[in-house]
């Protein structure tokens, strides 16, 4: 079965619409909610932080972020425009939160603009995943952090904040 998300400006607006209700019902979940704390409060947010999600959807993470210690600003792109169009509505009131639309594989930032970036659950549904990392590695700052979140293996719920909290990787150069 193709995955709708690996080609996602072709999905109809029904499908897109179950797709964003499925991912903020899946973002609810405090198994979900867990991992997400769990790997956040591994990294140090320098002050005033800058921080950018890839595939980030309706921007269930993004907001979140949005209100993370010494977090100043996020940036949530996504190929998808009805995806990010939900993403404005329901962060209507986050403070420091904006989207923009566009491909992990070519990000239109500046190099080393970044303290963090995070792709949670993106890196499985796109062809040439190494292209997203790449380009998080070059829009980061020497120091940041990546956190390409991810959680297909088949392990207990309980122990996903377990796993996840490995997951991260720090620019050093
Ligand atoms: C499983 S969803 C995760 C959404 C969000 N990160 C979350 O956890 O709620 C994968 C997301 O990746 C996005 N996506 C697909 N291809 C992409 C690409 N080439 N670059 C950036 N994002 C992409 C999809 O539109 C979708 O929003």
Not at 27 to 39: G, T, V
Not at 95 to 115: S, V
Request: glycine share 6%.
């Amino acid at each position: 079965m193709p995955d709708v998300f690996a080609n996602i400006t072709a999905a109809s607006p029904e499908a897109i619409d179950t797709i964003a209700r499925v991912l903020e019902l899946r973002a609810a979940l405090p198994q979900q909610q867990q991992m997400l704390r769990a790997y956040l409060q591994d990294i140090e947010f320098p002050p005033a932080s800058r921080v950018l999600e890839v595939g980030c959807g309706t921007g269930a993470v993004a907001r979140v972020l949005a209100t993370w210690p010494n977090v100043a600003e996020v940036v949530g792109v996504d190929p998808s425009p009805l995806l990010l169009e939900r993403g404005r509505s329901l962060a209507s009131g986050v403070p420091h939160l904006t989207f923009e639309t566009g491909d992990g594989r070519a990000l239109g930032f500046k190099d080393e603009t970044f303290d963090v970036v995070v792709l949670h659950t993106l890196l499985t549904h796109v062809p040439e995943a190494e292209a997203v990392l790449a380009q998080a590695h070059r829009v980061l700052r020497p120091g940041g952090h990546y956190l390409p979140g991810n959680c297909r293996r088949r392990i207990a719920p309980a122990r996903w904040a377990r796993e996840v909290r490995t997951c991260f990787f720090a620019r050093r150069s």
